[in-house]
């Protein structure tokens, strides 16, 4: 009997010790539970909190480019220099720069030959894309900061890949150029109206095997629908570098500083020849357009808008606030004005929203 008390004792010992063991070990999880909870919850919090804060950051893409600084540039604090931008073919692309030397005039700056302009030469990271017209857009904008340029003495011309590059950013920005010169290139014939202010020069190998011939006449055919200021010289016996004809001749040069920037300039209209332009109008998609004489000026209105329309000859005008706007007037049969063929330089038009192309307006009888 008294052993088995004694074991009963014994026994009751050890489950209490054995509960003992269970609640400490319980309330250590618990601890451990309790420091993960207040560990996880700061986390989270710490985790919005990096997100909850917004920092203003920039991406800066880098365009190479060569530049050179004609003589008396550094010595001469005042004047402003005409600036030629030339872009090269596709076989200098990549990220070395001395490639860009390969060709044109970075490679007669090279051999020693001195120019009057600022010339800046750009590299094409690669060649799938070539020259893209907003980063051409962008350095030119940049360069203006920086250096003494005379804007309205900028140029611009290029070599196959760099040829296309010239049609394609003149289209796009034709505000820009005073003249271009593309060589063995071509482009968007269906764009190439937006051209029709500036002075082309456009060089050809007529034996060409890489870009054929024909990608720059129907570039130039095309462009003299719209403007009498087009030259084309094909060399019958040159083959896809005929570049080097044509950067080695001086007239090209000469040729280029010949020419500014075009600027629309009022042209004095009697006030009966005035009136021959009042009435309303028409386009496909566009509300109505009423023309009428005030004061002496002829003011277009479009809904609530309303702006002047500047004559620029007896056939054209311009409109006041935004000058690279242009309409041309079309006549009937009969020789009487029938409407108006509106182009546009800067992706704008009379309601000032997106317009791609020219846009027809036709007079209500």
């Known amino acids: 009997m008294l052993y088995n008390n004694h074991q009963h004792q014994k026994n009751r010992i050890v489950e209490l010790l054995v509960a003992i063991t269970l609640i400490v070990n319980a309330t250590k999880k618990m601890k451990d539970i ?12 710490s985790f919005f909190h990096l997100h909850a804060q917004q920092t203003a950051e920039k991406f800066i893409q880098e365009t190479r480019y060569l530049l050179y600084l004609p003589e008396g540039y550094l010595n001469d604090t005042i004047t402003k220099w005409p ?5 090269h073919g596709s076989g200098e692309s ?23 302009f600022i010339i800046v030469s750009p590299q094409a990271s690669n060649a799938s894309s070539g020259f893209q017209a907003e980063v051409i857009k962008g350095m030119l904008t ?17 070599l196959s890949m760099g040829g296309y590059g010239t049609w394609e950013v003149a ?7 005073a003249a271009i010169a593309p060589i063995c290139g ?4 269906d764009r190439v109206w937006r051209l029709r202010h500036i002075p082309v020069w456009c060089f050809h190998g007529a034996k060409d095997d890489v870009v054929p011939l024909a990608a720059s006449k129907v570039m130039v055919d095309s462009l003299k629908k719209y403007s009498k200021n087009v030259r084309f010289t094909v060399y019958p016996d040159a083959n896809h570098n005929s570049w080097e004809a044509t950067y080695n001749n001086d007239s090209l040069y000469t040729w280029f500083l010949s020419q500014k920037r075009f600027k629309n300039s009022r042209f004095s209209l009697q006030q009966n020849m005035l009136k021959e332009f009042t009435g309303m109008y028409v386009a496909r998609g566009m509300d109505t357009i009423r023309i009428e004489t005030e004061n002496d000026k002829l003011m277009v209105s479009i809904g609530n808008y309303k702006t002047e329309i500047v004559p620029g000859s007896d056939t054209s005008f311009f409109v006041a ?3 690279f706007t242009e309409a041309i007037i079309f006549k009937n049969t009969k020789g009487k004005v029938a409407g108006f063929w509106v182009y546009d ?6 309601y000032n929203k997106v317009a791609d192309d020219k846009t027809k307006i036709k007079k209500e009888p």
């Open 34 to 45: 309790h420091k993960s909870t207040i560990t996880m919850f700061l986390c989270t919090v």
């Open 83 to 87: 600036m030629i931008i030339f872009m």
């Open 94 to 116: 990549g990220d070395d720069i001395e490639k860009v030397k390969a060709h044109g005039p970075p490679k007669l700056i090279a051999q020693g030959k001195k120019f009057p």
């Open 142 to 158: 940049d360069l203006k900061k920086k250096y003494r340029v005379d804007e309205d003495r900028v140029y611009l011309t290029g």
């Open 171 to 177: 289209e796009k920005h034709p505000e820009e150029f």
């Open 186 to 189: 071509g482009g968007d014939a």
């Open 321 to 323: 606030q935004d000058p």
């Open 345 to 350: 330089w800067t992706s704008r038009n009379l």
